[in-house]
Nanobody
Framework: EVQLVESGGGLVQAGGSLRLSCAASVFTFNGINIAWFRQAPGKEREGVSCMSNMDGKTYYADSVKGRFTISKDNAKNTMYLQMNSLKPEDTAVYYC????????????????????WGQGSQVTVSS
């Protein structure tokens, strides 16, 4: 099972940007799908974005579409989430994750995405 280590979280003002990184202990991104989730205080886990290993197609939650971008660098065994035009509503702990499940699972049944998870990165957006 792949181990994922996150970095890049922090405090930013509304309208600012952050990029989260997630490094894998072994090369696995060619064989499984990758995704980002988040959990805000008092709320359940929410799927944010997913990239299909099969064709590279990307998917986004409506709340972040047009502002966030998921990407990966297989040579560096690292995945990224670029977050622009951040809003206070984006404040949450963000988790990178990998799973052989279809990307639709990220949004329709996120509790089934359980192959591998990062430790979480706090993102706080001030008003």
């Amino acid at each position: 099972e792949v181990q994922l280590v996150e970095s890049g979280g922090g405090l930013v003002q509304a309208g600012g940007s952050l990029r989260l990184s997630c490094a894998a202990s072994v090369f696995t991104f060619n064989g499984i799908n990758i995704a980002w989730f988040r959990q805000a205080p008092g709320k359940e886990r929410e799927g944010v974005s997913c990239m299909s290993n099969m064709d590279g197609k990307t998917y986004y939650a409506d709340s972040v579409k047009g502002r966030f971008t998921i990407s990966k660098d297989n040579a560096k065994n690292t995945m990224y989430l670029q977050m622009n035009s951040l809003k206070p509503e984006d404040t949450a702990v963000y988790y990178c994750a990998a799973d052989p499940s279809d990307c639709t699972v990220v949004f329709e049944a996120p509790y089934l995405w359980d192959y591998s998870w990062g430790q979480g990165s706090q993102v706080t957006v001030s008003s």
